[in-house]
């Protein structure tokens, strides 16, 4: 009764809609008109909700529009949004404005503002337990890592933004854009870690080497083979103030798109860190006097500054209406200011293990000064200067085909002024990028379509990595840099085939990608098996390449298309290649470790719906098979299944019974602890109230049988881990919704 007509339409960028040249920047738009009468409209959503286990979700949502404007307030408070991310609680509001004199994008004057505010506040609890296995070269010297980390942080932000659109005339645009911030945040961290040199859960009754190592009195077997163990703290506090500025100017030369056009933009950001941590190693392999220092106290402050700006005129001429030729310039300047000032608090003869003030709790000035670390403090300031000039072909048969080829050439200078102890450089840098680019777009039919998009990009390695100066600042991971870094170039294709048969609801998409990359960088690992530091150092490599597929059905049949059948299935393969070692940076060779990944994801689902009943369930299945070349005996194959059933029931009394169950099963992990069964259950019950239901009740039960588990496996070129966050548990809440809505017939 409200709507007067409802359409999907893919909506052009602000680009294609100014030239009127496709740029292959699309988005798909649900466009929903209102009868004219109800043009002026007033809605509002209130969502109170509270549960067991402390949890809470409060909503409120306001909006007044019209053709012509629209007005919106929100906020919302809710620590329901920890899946997969620990615990977290967020806290946000804020308000949006927009005026137009017109809604019609192509009447001849047209002016539209919007602006906005927002307040963000963030609060999180993290609780991560991992084991990971480093690969090293050959089968010798082998390296197990666990850990347990918990992480507390907050974080607190304030964004503001004004834009403009306007059109001067028919052949006359100016836009701009403002946004401003800022934001502050702290984190406490605690964690304990061990390294081991053979795999600690070959003995089947240590389930915890973690908590045995840690222990009073550790486990023989344990202590033969830990390298160290590290109990580790730290708190940190930040805040950053930001800013941006876009502009634009454009002016249509002809009716066949033709074109100048001027854009510029510039952005600023000023930050400060402050940062404490206290690390007290045990090392187990090293006695005497070869063995490390074992405690260390540090406090760190980091203030910044970065300011970017560039200018971009532009020209385009029109062959005809379909086909077009672009040309534009692009000077870009960028200075980026960053300090660490560190202090070694444990030098001071006050501070030992076993007595150190509190954490964030700083000495006098005149001790401060004396704990000063010269080696670790470094001061750099970058100023970058570039020049791209760049070239675009344009043609476009509308509802055919849509051809865009465009390469750019930039010239790049760079200056770093660098300290950092006794080592002082002034390093002058100038490069070479190439960048093409390519789209295709295809429409065969009406909502048949294939698209081809390519990108080809040279990156530069960044002038910190080019200095070679150790950064020991983390006692069990060091790092340097590498002179002789050089360029690496990356290619990457997707392609993307859909159809969609409207009378049947058919659906097909095959979404393809591939990616690889020539001299790249990666960090070579050199592992010192005594006392299980890694040193890590940037090296050019080759190798590095990953593909994936993606395919999708669906289909609807029956009377009304109450019934749904769909199909989906991805496959994905990946090579990543870097260098491991055993010994020093001394006595070196390097040893190529290349880990080959087979990923696979099938699932297939159903789903029938009636006007008070609607089912759905799905069945999938998850393969991965990692090989590491340099240890083939830590060679994993995970696996898993998973189940889902999913139903509604309404009645003619306003009522709503909704419940799904998911069951997934992991099976493959080094750690029996992770494979595992899991039966989650959830449930909701709603009864909508009084005049049009603006009122309703209800309450929602998740993971009823408390089986719920966050469980993750990473594999990279050099090493591999599997790890458990915590998550939301068992919870039921307790939701009371109104929703509210004035129609009207103003403008």
Not at 191 to 203: G, K
Not at 253 to 279: E, K
Not at 635 to 640: A, F
Request: glycine share 6%.
């Amino acid at each position: 009764d409200l709507v007067d007509k409802v359409r999907t339409y893919e909506e052009k960028s602000d680009y294609s809609k100014r030239t009127g040249i496709e740029d292959g920047n699309k988005k798909t738009v649900l466009d929903i008109n209102l009868k004219k009468e109800l043009k002026s409209t007033i809605t509002t959503n209130g969502n109170i909700s509270n549960g067991t286990q402390h949890r809470y979700r409060d909503e409120l949502f306001a909006n007044r529009f019209t053709d012509r404007n629209r007005q919106t307030i929100y906020g919302n408070m809710s620590n329901l949004n920890g899946w997969g991310w620990g615990l977290r609680a967020n806290k946000n509001f804020g308000a949006n404005f927009q005026w137009m004199d017109t809604p019609n994008w192509e009447a001849p004057k047209r002016y539209e503002i919007n602006t906005g505010f927002q307040y963000n506040h963030d609060n999180s609890d993290m609780v991560n337990t991992s084991n990971s296995e480093t690969f090293l070269s050959g089968n010798d010297v082998r390296s197990f890592s666990n850990s347990y980390s918990q992480s507390k942080s907050r974080s607190t932000g304030y964004s503001g933004n004004v834009n403009l659109n306007w059109k001067i005339d028919s052949v006359n645009f100016i836009w701009s854009y403002i946004n401003i911030g800022h934001n502050t945040g702290d984190n406490r961290n605690s964690s304990l870690s061990a390294n081991f040199n053979s795999d600690p859960y070959t003995y089947p009754e240590i389930t915890d080497p973690l908590d045995a190592i840690f222990s009073d009195e550790p486990d023989s077997r344990l202590m033969a083979i830990a390298v160290n163990r590290n109990r580790h703290r730290s708190l940190s506090d930040n805040k950053s103030t930001n800013g941006s500025f876009n502009f634009g100017y454009f002016h249509r030369l002809d009716t066949l798109g033709a074109h100048i056009g001027l854009q510029g933009w510039m952005n600023f950001n000023d930050n400060s860190n402050h940062s404490y941590s206290l690390s007290d190693i045990q090392y187990y392999q090293v006695t005497g006097s070869q063995k490390p220092q074992s405690f260390y106290d540090q406090y760190v402050t980091s203030p910044g500054n970065s300011f970017n700006a560039s200018i971009t005129p532009r020209y385009t001429y029109a062959f005809n209406k379909h086909t077009h030729l672009g040309v534009e310039y692009t000077f870009s300047y960028s200075r980026n200011k960053g300090d660490r000032i560190w202090y070694q608090l444990d030098s001071l003869l006050q501070y030992s293990a076993e007595h150190y003030p509190e954490l964030g709790i700083l000495p006098t000035a005149d001790s401060l000064a004396l704990a000063y670390n010269a080696a670790n403090s470094q001061y750099s300031t970058y100023n970058e200067y570039e020049h791209a000039a760049g070239i675009n072909f344009n043609y476009n048969i509308p509802k055919k085909l849509t051809l865009r080829a465009d390469v750019r050439l930039r010239p790049h200078h760079t200056r770093l002024d660098f300290h950092k102890g006794d080592f002082i450089t002034s390093m002058r840098r100038d490069v070479f990028s190439f960048s093409p680019h390519v789209y295709l777009r295809y429409e065969i039919a009406e909502n048949h379509t294939l698209d081809f998009n390519y990108n080809g990009d040279t990156q530069h390695p960044s002038m910190m990595n080019l200095i070679d100066v150790p950064d020991n600042s983390d006692p069990l991971n060091i790092s340097r840099g590498n002179k002789d870094l050089k360029s690496s170039w990356s290619n990457n294709l997707n392609i993307n085939y859909n159809k969609y048969n409207s009378e049947l609801r058919q659906s097909i998409s095959i979404y393809q990608t591939f990616w690889q990359a020539f001299n790249s960088i990666s960090n070579m690992l050199i592992y010192v098996p005594e006392t299980g530091v890694r040193i890590t150092r940037p090296e050019n490599i080759n190798g590095n390449w990953n593909e994936n597929t993606n395919i999708n059905f669906s289909r609807s049949f029956g009377k009304s298309n109450r019934f749904q059948i769909d199909a989906r299935n991805s496959t994905g393969y990946s090579e990543s290649v870097g260098y491991v070692n055993v010994g020093s940076l001394d006595n070196l060779t390097s040893v190529k470790n290349t880990v080959k990944s087979i990923n696979l994801r099938q699932s297939v689902g159903a789903s029938y719906r009636l006007l008070y009943f609607d089912a759905r369930v799905r069945i999938g299945f998850n393969y991965r098979r990692t090989r590491a070349n340099q240890q083939e005996s830590s060679n994993l194959d995970i696996y898993g299944m998973n189940y889902r059933i999913e139903s509604h029931v309404r009645t003619k009394f306003h009522t709503e019974l909704g419940s799904n169950i998911r069951i997934q099963t992991r099976r493959g992990y080094s750690n029996p602890e992770m494979n595992t069964n899991e039966y989650i259950w959830n449930a909701e019950l709603t009864q909508g109230l009084l005049k049009e239901q603006r009122l309703s009740i209800g309450v929602e039960v998740i993971d009823i049988l408390k089986s719920r588990k966050n469980i993750s496996y990473n594999v990279w070129a050099t090493g591999q881990s599997e790890s458990r966050t915590n998550t939301i548990g068992s919870y039921a809440l307790f939701k009371l919704i109104y929703k509210f809505n004035i129609f009207g017939g103003g403008k």
